[in-house]
């Protein structure tokens, strides 16, 4: 029955994931940590982080890596995690794949109009508040600690995020470069 639960949950995920990958991130975390409680919290940090890391896009990674975590959750065998995985990337894919196919012709000849016009002007705030909603459920006490856990810690990811963030919007650093300079600088500050 999971495999059927873990379908529906990454269909409607692919249905309504607006914004690429990291639109989708608060949608998986919701659903797979808050509402099915197939993940913690700490292995869905994990995976965030493991699907940056991984090549491709992080959306479809993550529905890969929680597909496989939730199935061996479970209890069930490595074989069946891996169709587990293989079940939540394909349903992820699936709406994209659908709806690419039944409005690709018409897409190409509506595009100028005004309804479809308003409708991506629309889209376009839903898409940055689900990007800020993804890393708002990202900084968590996993990620960030606390200042009365690890004040050290606490600190150096706040410097850390502040950082990438003026690194990558501001000097305009490549992402990929950011990502290994912090990770460099996480090694070197936290070991």
């Known amino acids: 029955m999971i495999f ?39 292995e869905f940090a994990d995976i965030v982080a493991i699907s940056q890391m991984t090549p491709g896009p992080i959306g479809i990674n993550s529905a890969t890596y929680c597909g496989y975590t939730a199935i061996k959750n479970a209890g069930f065998s490595m074989p069946m995690a891996i169709l587990g995985s293989a079940t939540a990337t394909f349903a992820l894919v699936l709406p994209s794949l659908i709806l690419m196919v039944l409005i ?10 005004h309804t479809v016009q308003s409708v991506f002007i629309g889209l376009r705030p839903a ?62 500050l936290l070991y």
């Not at 990958?21 to 099915?36: A, P």
């Not at 012709?105 to 509506?110: A, D, L």
């Open 4 to 42: 059927l639960y873990l379908f529906i949950t990454f269909f409607e995920i692919g249905l309504f994931g607006f914004g690429g990958g990291y639109g989708m991130l608060s949608l998986i975390q919701h659903e797979t940590v808050e509402h099915w409680h197939w993940l913690s919290s700490a």
């Open 104 to 113: 690709s012709r018409m897409f190409m000849k509506y595009m100028q109009t």
């Open 127 to 188: 898409v940055v508040g689900l990007l800020a909603a993804a890393t708002l459920l990202l900084m968590t006490p996993d990620n960030f600690s606390t200042p009365s856990d690890d004040p050290w810690q606490f600190g150096v990811s706040c410097f850390l995020f502040a950082a990438s963030f003026y690194g990558v919007l501001v000097v305009k650093i490549n992402p990929i470069r950011m990502i290994l300079y912090c990770a460099v600088a996480g090694l070197v």
